[in-house]
């Protein structure tokens, strides 16, 4: 069975320093896996995604997610935090394939000033 | 890029009343569309698989009679909430899969629809 979680709910952090969003995966399969980002009442905008090419994949706006194996991690990283990252980030594991998602719970990032 | 449109991006209705909400990839041919409900401050919930030509797969614990989906066309599914009430209000995506040129295959959202029932 395929699941994903999100380990934190909320994360706080100051404009300028860095963010960290963890997930954690759990798939029978070659999993493919997702960040998106969702901004108060709109649709989901995808951030980066690895499909099995290079373990560290760089997305849009600076972020960037190393996935581990041995760790079953996917966590998505940004050196820098920008009021505009504040969103809804959500982990998303599909079948290869298949294309039938998992979604994370979502992690929803405050960015202070 | 491969474009998913979602209309209405807003929808109001009145109780018992039926809404459509069609989800079209634009530049690409979806053999896969995907159907989510997302609750306030919730996760997105899938709600059905629906294959070009063939009915919808749904998940468990929704109601097939409820939310009609149709994807008649490569290019084109439909979701229908059928004698809508208030606890169907909510956020509607969809996603569309369609196999690209370049190799990897492509997973796109659609922007959401605001359902509200009076």
């Known amino acids: 069975a395929q699941s994903v979680t999100q380990l934190d709910s909320h994360v706080s952090v100051s404009e300028g320093t860095p963010v960290l969003l963890r997930c954690n995966y759990s798939?029978?399969?070659?999993?493919?896996l997702f960040w998106y980002v969702q901004h108060p009442n709109k649709g989901l905008q995808l951030l980066l995604k690895?499909?099995?090419?290079?373990?560290l994949v760089k997305g849009i706006n600076g972020f960037e997610a190393e996935f581990k194996k041995s760790e079953t991690s996917f966590h998505l990283t940004k050196p820098s935090a920008h009021m505009s990252d504040a969103a809804e980030y959500f982990c998303?594991?599909?079948?290869?394939?298949?294309?039938?998602?998992?979604f994370g719970a979502g992690t929803r990032l405050f960015v202070k000033a | 890029g491969a474009v998913v449109s979602q209309h209405p991006s807003r929808v109001i209705c009145k109780s018992g009343t039926s809404v459509k909400i069609e989800c079209r990839s634009l530049d690409f041919q979806a053999t896969t569309m995907f159907w989510y409900r997302q609750f306030p401050k919730k996760s997105l919930m899938l709600m059905a698989t629906?294959?070009?030509?063939?009915?919808?797969?749904?998940e468990q614990g929704v109601e097939k009679d409820k939310f009609l989906i149709n994807h008649a066309s490569l290019t084109l599914s439909t979701l229908t909430v059928t004698s809508a009430h208030p606890e169907d209000s909510s956020f509607y995506i969809c996603?569309?899969?369609?196999?690209?040129?370049?190799?990897?295959?492509?997973?796109?959202f659609g922007a959401g629809s605001r359902l509200t029932v009076l």
């Open positions: 996603s569309a899969h369609g196999s690209r040129s370049a190799g990897a295959n492509v997973l796109t």
């Open positions: 690895y499909t099995s090419a290079a373990t």
């Open positions: 798939s029978s399969y070659s999993p493919s």
């Open positions: 629906s294959n070009e030509g063939s009915k919808a797969t749904y």
């Open positions: 998303v594991v599909t079948l290869t394939g298949g294309f039938k998602t998992i």
